[in-house]
């Protein structure tokens, strides 16, 4: 509000009375009640037209700088209290959680179906995971830092990987592991030498980042109750990520590594690990066979250290090479390995504390 919206308006009291038939411009002045009136305040006559904006709108701040009612029936108007200041913001999530909660819901009835239907299904699932990661993981690299690693021979050696982990186990993941990462060193020979280290180098890391963590699920679905193996170690993985996110966002406060992750904080942390022992110790309990609930509650620290540290790995690498997601393919998630980042490195510290508590069975 400026002055001038203060008071009354410039020129108000100046029209003439109308017993006196258009008297000359002056105060409103009744003759015949002249003892029950008092005199009109002295303001400035009102600008003609021909004067300037600034010289009218100078003189309509005099006008309205006088003080007091300029009419017997006017009172004088109350000043205008100051606004109370607007509270602050709720905190929002920073995704479409519709859409999040959404995808997450179609992928779990995929991975829950296949997985306790035909295990071939579900290994043909992660190998298509797998295969789809490492697209976008050698595209970002491709695109935001000029490093070539091959992507053929990392399709195929991951996905025999993948396979090769189900059918022979551990021995069959290492062998196939080795010859993926010959495969990548001799494929990327086909090109000019320059910037041969820098590509062979991020084919070898994504070789040992995406299809040989993964190979450590295909491997716990080989035991005779494998699929509530792999089931415990997806429960444990989401509601570790759940209780982060919602403790974080709810009573966040403390950053936990600010260069890496801003988002994340100490008490997210806590509702970590605070909800993946309580679910450890529930599938212990009763989804594993000869399991105990106080296994569950070690299994749950594990894993919800794991999650964090798999999720701050590959913010520091999305970070490194300047974007927010790594692709786009799941609305709310961003891609496919925006969503594997916490289940990869979890995978092989659930197969090696089951095959420690209960065996490979």
Known sequence: ??????????????????????????????????????????VPDVPDAGRDADDRDDRSGDAARVSGPLFRDEKPQEPMSTPLPSPPPKKRAGRDLRAAIGVGLGLGALVVGSLFIV?????????LAVVVGLWELTS???????????????????????VA????????????????????????????????LKDVTAGVFAVFYVPFLATFVAMMLTADDGAWRVL????????????????????????????????KTREGLLGAVGFAMVAGALCMEFLIDGGSWWQGLLMGLAVAASATLGDLGESMI????GIKDMGTLLPGHGGIMDRLDSLLPSAPVVWLLLVLFVGSG
């Open 1 to 42: 509000m400026n002055d001038s919206s203060w008071g009354a308006p410039p020129g108000a009291g100046y029209w003439s009375a109308p017993e006196m038939g258009g008297a000359p411009a002056g105060p409103a002045y009744d003759v015949h009640g002249a003892q029950q009136t008092r005199p009109m305040p002295i």
């Open 119 to 127: 295990k071939a299904v579900f290994v043909g699932v992660v190998v």
């Open 140 to 162: 970002r690299l491709k695109e935001r830092k000029g490093i070539n690693a091959p992507l053929v021979p990392l399709a195929v050696g991951g996905a025999a990987m993948v």
């Open 165 to 196: 982990g189900y059918v022979r186990e551990a021995e069959g993941a290492w062998v196939a592991m080795a010859l993926t990462a010959l495969a990548v060193l001799v494929w990327r020979m086909t090109e000019p030498p320059e910037g041969y």
């Open 232 to 263: 415990t170690f997806l429960l444990l993985t989401v509601v570790s990520d759940t209780g982060a996110y919602a403790v974080g966002w709810r009573f966040g406060t403390h950053k936990l590594a600010p260069r890496i992750s801003p988002g």
């Open 318 to 321: 999305k970070r490194d090479l």
